[in-house]
Every structure is written in C-alpha cells, then in structure tokens.
C-alpha cells in the first residue's frame, strides 16, 4: 500500500486520524466514477475551452482513455491540439456538489493505432461492455490520454496538485467497488450505530450522522447538530486490505462505542 496522509497539527491538538493521499484518493476516483466532463480546446473559436461529456477506460497506469467517433467535435478538436482535460465527480455528489470529491486530470491525448489497442480495447470494453456494439464501427477508433498533471478536491479546504508520477504509481482503494454498498447500507439499517460513534468520538450533541466515504483506513461521517452540518473522520483501529473485513470492524467499533456509553 501507498503511505497514507496525516494531516498537519500542532503540538496541543490531537492527532488528525490518517487518510489515503491526494494521489490514491484521485486513482481511486477516477475508477469509481462512471463519466467524465471531457474539456478540448475548440477549431471553431480559437483559443476557447470546449465541454462535452464522455465516458472512458484507464490503462494500468490510470490514463484516461476514449472510444470516440471522427464525427465528434472534441475529436476533432484533439486531432487539432491534444491538450485535453477530464473532470470527475463523486457519484452521488450531486446532492452536495461543494463538499463531494473532484479532480481534473490534464493531459495529450493521441489516437491508438489499431494494431497496439487490444489491451486499452479489453479494459475500456470491461468497464462498458455495451460499446462493443459499435467498437468496430469505422469511424470511432480508440484514444489515450497521456497524463501530465492531477489536482484533487476532497470537499471543503482539502485540496492540492499531485504529479502524473505520484498518480500513476498509486493504488486504487481496496474498498473502492463496495464502498457505494457499504455506505447505502449503513445508511440505511444502521443509522443510530453511526449517531453513537460520533456520540462517543468527541461531537456529544450529534442528532443525524450519515457515512458518506469509505477507504481502508478509516471513514467520513456528515452530522447534524441541532441547525448546523460538519463532518468528521474516524479510523479504523487497523488498515482494512479487502470489503469483507469492513462488516466486523464497524461491529467490533459499535460495540465499543456501546460499552463505553454504558448503553
């Protein structure tokens, strides 16, 4: 695993709980995350940013890659200037578009001769099978984003850069896949055990909880006390490697929490 992040403190404060860092939260999202804002400089008004939607593949570096058609105007436009970006979003940050997890991954992107795509063709096919359908049409062909630069927005004051070196050697989370899972189950049958353990971490006066990340070393809780909403980390008293070791940690922490309440 990659060395996890541990916030900045003072000597007086607490330590902060430790959290993966910017560049495996990033790799991270950009497996989760089903679509992308795909930014090329627009032929039409020179110099113009131009936005369109699109899904991608990833290599096994993480590299952004596109099946597009020369029909589509950010086709054109790469094959013009292959400066491009894409832009993610935490699924389901919808709801809470400032607070959720983004990045931008920036980068050339070139087309892939149709003699070396058969491995960017598997693993783009993996992740959208239904575009086998027309992966073979003559006019789409497959593209790869070469990656140049990442900058990564965990919400709120969490923030920074992280180079295509740091992002390309990093690990996806083991919890990426389940996390939405885990999180909507939680959520859903177990909301009072999440009330007590940010009871029993310190925010006392806590009247909703609700989980709204997951990773190996720990989680994020958004709470409601009273009229106002903040957030908390808590860890996990040891690093998780697979899903199936999440269901007996947040057990063992509930009972604990539920000792110590005297509940």
Request: with cysteine; net charge negative; aromatic share 8%.
């Amino acid at each position: 695993m990659s060395q996890h992040s541990t916030p900045m403190t003072s000597e007086t404060d607490p330590p902060e709980p430790p959290e993966p860092t910017y560049a495996e939260r990033a790799r991270t999202l950009m497996h989760i995350a089903p679509v992308a804002t795909f930014c090329t400089t627009s032929q039409k008004h020179a110099d113009w940013p131009f936005g369109s939607i699109v899904t991608y593949g990833l290599d096994d570096k993480g590299n952004p890659t596109f099946l597009i058609s020369t029909m589509a105007m950010h086709t054109k436009n790469i094959l013009a200037d292959p400066r491009a970006s894409v832009f993610v979003m935490q699924p389901g940050g919808e709801h809470d578009p400032l607070g959720a997890a983004r990045l931008t991954v920036m980068g050339n992107v070139a087309k892939v001769p149709k003699d070396q795509d058969e491995d960017i063709r598997s693993q783009y096919l993996a992740r959208h099978p239904k575009a086998a359908y027309w992966a073979d049409f003559g006019d789409f062909s497959f593209y790869l984003m070469d990656t140049i630069d990442v900058y990564y927005v965990g919400g709120f004051g969490s923030m920074g850069w992280v180079t295509a070196e740091e992002y390309t050697a990093a690990k996806v989370d083991p919890l990426a896949d389940a996390g939405p899972g885990i999180i909507d189950h939680l959520n859903t049958n177990h909301k009072d055990a999440l009330v007590l353990l940010a009871q029993t971490h310190g925010q006392t006066d806590t009247d909703e909880a609700t989980l709204t990340a997951i990773d190996r070393l720990g989680f994020h809780l958004r709470l409601k006390i009273e009229d106002r909403y903040t957030g908390m980390r808590l860890s996990f008293p040891q690093e998780l490697t697979s899903p199936e070791e999440a269901r007996p940690m947040f057990v063992n922490m509930v009972k604990e929490a539920r000792a110590a309440s005297g509940s």
